[in-house]
């Protein structure tokens, strides 16, 4: 995939599963961080999905989504109760059998005695055929990846811990940069002349973000701008600048 400005795009998507963040009773802390993290190394997560755990549903996500992004991420389903069923869902998508791994059961292990690993606990060492593991090391369990596809823990220090360890293995694109411009106007005020400045410069994303400054109580806009190329950043972002000086003269 390319994009604007002619470097090479490295994309994601994230497919978080759970009833649970569904019903609202888990509050998803895992987004962000998940786009923060891809973003400061690269790659653009793209879109995000939030899936209940039906198996047909995940299959489906993964389906779709595997085809049309370089990376896809997926969190929660990999604990030992009953409702965890990613991993099976995942086989499942690949059309590959899933048993208990000898090399995750031998991570639990070093968490987990002998006699504590029933048959609950085991649940956690069962990967897909072919897939590798994703190291865990806040709790052993580990999570996996087939293909480019990679499953992990919905616990945030968990999940954390997984990116982190599988980060250096992935491809990675140009990092973005990022200037912000606060404007001491509403956003409807300049939304003209910074549409036009968008369409002189289609290479680089420029977002405003308005709020209400609670020392003066006026509104103001915050204006980024964000580019991989450092020349193109500093054009746009001079530009906008110059934009705002001027509203700000009236």
Do not use: C
């Amino acid at each position: 995939m390319g994009e604007a400005d002619g470097a090479q795009s490295v994309t994601a998507a994230l497919v978080v599963i759970g009833d649970e963040v569904l019903s609202g009773r888990t509050k998803d802390k895992n987004i962000g961080h998940i786009a923060e993290r891809l973003t400061d190394v690269g790659i653009d997560l793209r879109e995000v999905r939030i899936v209940a755990d039906v198996e047909e549903d995940i299959v489906a996500a993964i389906n779709a989504l595997r085809q049309r992004f370089t990376y896809v991420f997926t969190t929660g389903g990999i604990g030992p109760t009953h409702d965890d069923i990613t991993a099976d869902s995942v086989a499942k998508a690949f059309g590959v059998a899933i048993d208990v791994d000898p090399r995750a059961r031998a991570m639990l292990l070093e968490y987990i005695a002998e006699k504590d690993l029933n048959e609950a606990r085991l649940r956690m060492a069962r990967i897909p055929d072919g897939a590798s593991l994703v190291v865990n090391e806040v709790s052993k369990a580990p999570g996996f990846r087939i293909g480019n596809v990679i499953v992990m823990a919905g616990v945030p220090r968990i999940m954390q811990a997984m990116l982190e360890a599988v980060l250096p293995e992935l491809e990675k694109g140009r990092p973005m940069l990022s200037r912000t411009i606060l404007a001491e106007a509403k956003e409807g005020d300049i939304a003209a002349p910074l549409r036009a400045i968008a369409e002189r410069f289609p290479a680089a994303v420029i977002g405003s973000y308005p709020f209400r400054d609670e020392a003066d109580g006026r509104f103001k806009t915050n204006l980024v701008v964000r580019a991989r190329d450092a020349d193109l950043l500093a054009a746009a972002g001079d530009a906008v600048a110059r934009m705002v000086d001027e509203a700000a003269r009236g």
